[in-house]
């Protein structure tokens, strides 16, 4: 049986499920439908999803007609939301998996007071650039593990991300130079900062599996907030990416991540367009890949029941594309695409 997972931010999602919709969430809410019927991933990690476990339930009632599931942290008996402070997810964007009908028995939600306890604690110090004293930082979206039980006493573990936006609101002053100063420097580099830590607690969470396991199966999916690649703050202040901060050294190679996209067609590449102020390039002129999926060195080897053979990911441009024609701002899908990657049996 092959699998096929995906991942896709869904832009405030909570809307889709408010009372009194407009016509044009209805809208939005049946081209969301048919993406996803014709993509038909059996795993799906989303992002901006709505805020608790009745949400999120409601969600697959009535956006996708039940024909995918949450996996919850609710126990058999208990009530829906009672576990939601559980999730450690703060705001109304939540991360979700949402699976099939024939999933749900082999798939469940690990608490994360378990990745907590393979790291250490729930928060970390960090300084920031240039300051001595040092702060604490946690995930303001905690990562969510999707496990699933694959047979032969295997598992795969999917790890469901949504990082620290870079949105900045301050304005932009530059010097008689060029140079940029003020507060949006300051603010810039605080939220690149904390996507890297944020970054670097994941690959955390995973050296900590690869001390508990030969061949562990791991799998990093979601909204990272940033691609492979430097902008300018990651150019002349910084002088790292993102990526690399999540896939490991290349050096120790059995823990480097394989990105799902190496392989797939470079113009092709990108999730989402968002305008760069600084540099002065409009949307439609700036793709960006900003959903990941990354897959551990054991599921691309075949050393567990499923691997992620040669071209197995894509960008679902054709599908994104055929659901939104004729939608504007209000009735597109979402400001993302999604991603997906196939996984066989070996």
Same mark, same amino acid.
């Given at each position: 049986?092959?699998?096929?997972?995906?991942?896709?931010?869904?832009?405030?999602? #909570?809307?889709?499920?408010?009372?009194?919709?407009? !016509?044009?969430?209805?809208?939005?809410?049946?081209?969301?439908?048919?993406?996803?019927?014709?993509?038909?991933?059996? &795993?799906? @990690?989303?992002?901006?999803?709505?805020?608790?476990?009745?949400?999120?339930?409601?969600? @697959?009632?009535?956006?996708? %007609?039940?024909?995918?599931?949450?996996?919850?942290?609710?126990?058999?008996?208990?009530?829906?939301?009672?576990? #939601?402070?559980?999730?450690?997810?703060?705001?109304?964007?939540?991360?979700?998996?949402?699976?099939?009908?024939?999933?749900?028995?082999?798939?469940?939600?690990?608490?994360?007071? +378990?990745?907590?306890?393979?790291?250490?604690?729930?928060?970390?110090?960090?300084?920031?650039?240039?300051?001595?004293?040092?702060?604490?930082?946690?995930?303001?979206?905690?990562?969510?593990?999707?496990?699933? %039980?694959?047979?032969?006493?295997?598992?795969?573990?999917?790890?469901?991300?949504?990082?620290?936006?870079?949105?900045?609101?301050?304005?932009?002053?530059? !010097?008689?130079? !060029?140079?940029?100063?003020?507060?949006?420097?300051?603010?810039?580099?605080?939220?690149?900062?904390?996507?890297?830590?944020?970054?670097?607690?994941?690959?955390?969470?995973?050296?900590?599996?690869?001390?508990?396991?030969?061949?562990?199966?791991?799998?990093?999916?979601?909204?990272?907030? %940033?691609?492979?690649?430097? #902008?300018?703050?990651?150019?002349?202040?910084?002088?790292?990416?993102?990526?690399?901060?999540?896939?490991?050294?290349?050096?120790?190679?059995?823990?480097?991540?394989?990105?799902?996209?190496?392989?797939?067609?470079?113009?092709?590449?990108?999730?989402?367009?968002?305008? !760069?102020?600084?540099?002065?390039?409009?949307?439609? #002129?700036?793709?960006?890949?900003?959903?990941? &999926?990354? &897959?551990?060195?054991?599921? @691309?080897?075949?050393?567990?029941?499923?691997?992620?053979?040669?071209?197995?990911?894509?960008?679902?441009?054709?599908?994104?594309?055929?659901?939104?024609?004729?939608?504007?701002?209000?009735?597109?899908?979402? %400001?993302?695409?999604? +991603?997906? @990657?196939?996984?066989?049996?070996?």
């Amino acid at each position: 049986m092959t699998i096929l997972i995906a991942t896709w931010n869904l832009e405030h999602a #909570d809307r889709l499920i408010s009372q009194n919709l407009s !016509d044009n969430i209805l809208e939005r809410r049946h081209r969301i439908r048919e993406t996803i019927k014709r993509i038909s991933p059996d &795993i799906l @990690c989303i992002q901006e999803g709505p805020r608790g476990e009745q949400a999120i339930v409601d969600f @697959c009632s009535q956006v996708l %007609d039940d024909q995918w599931h949450p996996v919850l942290l609710r126990q058999p008996g208990e009530d829906l939301g009672f576990r #939601d402070k559980e999730y450690q997810l703060k705001g109304t964007q939540w991360i979700w998996f949402l699976v099939k009908t024939d999933l749900r028995t082999k798939c469940r939600l690990q608490s994360p007071l +378990v990745w907590q306890a393979f790291i250490s604690g729930k928060t970390w110090k960090v300084n920031y650039w240039g300051i001595e004293k040092s702060s604490r930082h946690s995930h303001y979206r905690h990562p969510q593990v999707l496990i699933m %039980d694959i047979g032969d006493n295997q598992e795969i573990e999917f790890i469901g991300v949504h990082l620290k936006s870079k949105i900045n609101r301050k304005k932009i002053i530059l !010097d008689e130079e !060029d140079n940029l100063i003020g507060d949006f420097v300051t603010t810039a580099l605080t939220a690149r900062i904390k996507l890297a830590i944020e970054a670097h607690n994941i690959r955390e969470y995973i050296e900590a599996k690869f001390m508990q396991l030969e061949h562990p199966g791991i799998v990093v999916m979601g909204d990272c907030n %940033d691609g492979p690649g430097q #902008d300018l703050f990651e150019n002349q202040y910084l002088f790292f990416d993102l990526i690399s901060n999540l896939q490991g050294e290349v050096i120790i190679a059995e823990r480097f991540f394989n990105h799902a996209l190496f392989d797939y067609s470079g113009e092709l590449r990108w999730t989402a367009k968002y305008r !760069d102020a600084i540099k002065k390039i409009s949307a439609e #002129d700036n793709p960006l890949l900003l959903d990941h &999926i990354l &897959i551990s060195q054991p599921l @691309c080897q075949g050393n567990l029941s499923f691997m992620v053979n040669e071209q197995a990911g894509r960008v679902e441009h054709e599908e994104f594309e055929r659901n939104n024609v004729g939608s504007n701002s209000k009735t597109r899908t979402s %400001d993302h695409r999604p +991603v997906s @990657c196939k996984f066989n049996p070996t």
